[in-house]
């Protein structure tokens, strides 16, 4: 049901993150793409960056997502931008991609696959069970030189144990800027750069949500989900409103391995 609550809530959004349309842009300059390169983007949502990046800079890329509502307009959104001959959209689960491709690669100079230039997963750490699973999945993908870029979750403060509870992160699931940095060079990576969301943007991604849904469920009264979409609306807002916008922050961290 997560799911399907992001694909209504976020129905209108072209960036499924608290990123404005010009950090995305800003994001690919600091990685400093260059034509003909290539960008994998594990659970891309939309594909809005990819398909940015791949209008602006020349590179080629693939994009991988779970859902049945994202993937479409991922591929529309190609399209619109004239890079559809660049840019492939998958659906599937990012992880199991992620796997396949290591097998691959593993496979030496007669492989398939050759490894990518950049590789992104920009909020969607879960898909390795956490940031350090996550850069496991990542690590066979990118060449030795390349760029590794991470959307994740911090604290700003500490937050009270309520908080923690109410947001549903786990003990390890999040922890300090520091101790972001401590995780990906504990990860053999060298953080060389970031972005981080500002208030106004997490206001902007959350509280757009909200009015999505609410148009949704008006139109929608009695579908089967609508209790459950309610629900989770009124959980969201709050959760927002009275820990999320204070306690946690998001952020894009460009990491590069430590000896390349």
């Not at 859902?67 to 599937?92: K, T």
Request: hydrophobic share 40%; charged share 30%.
């Amino acid at each position: 049901m997560t799911l399907r609550y992001h694909e209504i809530a976020e129905a209108r959004h072209r960036i499924l993150n608290p990123l404005t349309e010009a950090k995305v842009d800003l994001l690919g300059e600091i990685c400093g793409l260059t034509p003909g390169q290539r960008v994998l983007d594990l659970a891309c949502g939309k594909g809005e960056m990819l398909a940015r990046w791949a209008a602006a800079h020349g590179v080629r890329g693939v994009g991988v997502d779970i859902s049945e509502v994202f993937v479409p307009a991922a591929r529309s959104r190609a399209e619109e931008l004239g890079v559809a001959d660049r840019v492939r959209i998958e659906r599937g689960e990012a992880a199991a991609f992620a796997r396949d491709l290591a097998g691959d690669l593993a496979g030496g100079p007669g492989a398939r696959e050759e490894p990518y230039d950049v590789v992104a997963c920009v909020g969607a750490t879960w898909i390795g069970g956490g940031l350090a699973g996550t850069l496991d999945l990542m690590r066979p993908a990118v060449r030795d030189d390349g760029l590794l870029v991470v959307g994740e979750v911090y604290w700003t403060e500490e937050p009270p144990a309520e908080a923690v509870e109410s947001l549903r992160l786990g003990p390890g699931d999040c922890t300090s800027l520091p101790g972001t940095l401590d995780r990906c060079e504990e990860a053999g990576y060298e953080l060389i750069e970031m972005l981080l969301a500002d208030g106004d943007s997490w206001d902007r991604y959350a509280a757009a949500q909200w009015h999505t849904t609410s148009d949704w469920l008006r139109a929608h009264p009695e579908d089967p989900e609508a209790d459950e979409i309610r629900r989770l609306l009124t959980t969201s807002r709050r959760d927002h409103l009275a820990y999320q916008r204070r306690y946690l922050g998001w952020g894009v961290f460009v990491l590069r391995a430590q000896d390349a």
